[in-house]
């Protein structure tokens, strides 16, 4: 499939960076990135017209597209840096996963959704960025390519899971919503193993993570 990123594509994505900016996203890189990955590409055809609006949209298996301000607040509290492997639990529509990448991270990125596992592997990632996604429980993290500098989830956890904070560097950042209706975003510090500090953010709505199940 062939999609255009036309100048309106463009003007729409510069307004919504300057929306960013005033709900406090200031991260260039971060928005650099939103600037420059076409949203509308990860979108189903009756949304696309919407796809540079500040909101959440629904794509295959009961999924959703995050709204970017969610997409720019957990990577802006995770600090990416050029060249740090970022593990990400939640693929989706794959968005996420190119703001990452536009970011140098290297990605890994797991699904519990085959739909959306083969969707991301076909998908329009530019040639230059090489996620590397897999099928499978997110809980479970991908430990055969642990550690990681940076893990973030997206989809609300009951719970921290222990197993991706095992996946973490020293010194690494695991951002992750946790709650039931709501989520509360949590910003995981890995001191050591034992040392695990965690702070509080805003409140966001996910869809949820669901422990030991893999369609």
Known sequence: MIF???????GKRK????????????????????????RHFFMDNAFTEYAYQDKAFPIEAGQTISQPYTVAFQTQLLEIKKGEKVLEIGTGSGYQTS??????????????????NSRAQKSAFSPKYAPQT???????GLETHAPYDKIIVTCGAPFIP????KQLKTYGKM???????????????????????VVDHDKFKFVPMLENKVP
């Open 99 to 116: 703001v990452l990448c536009k970011m140098g991270a290297r990605v890994f990125s797991i699904e519990r959704h085959k739909v959306l």
């Open 4 to 10: 255009n990123d036309t100048f309106k594509h463009h």
């Open 162 to 165: 222990q197993e991706l904070v």
């Open 134 to 140: 897999f099928f499978g429980d997110g809980f479970m």
């Open 15 to 38: 307004l919504l960076v300057e929306e960013l900016k005033r709900k406090l996203i200031t991260d260039l890189h971060v928005l650099d990135a939103i600037e420059f990955i076409p």
């Open 175 to 197: 951002v992750v919503p946790v709650g039931s209706d709501v989520q509360v975003m949590k910003l995981v510090y890995k001191q050591n193993d034992t040392d695990i500090q």
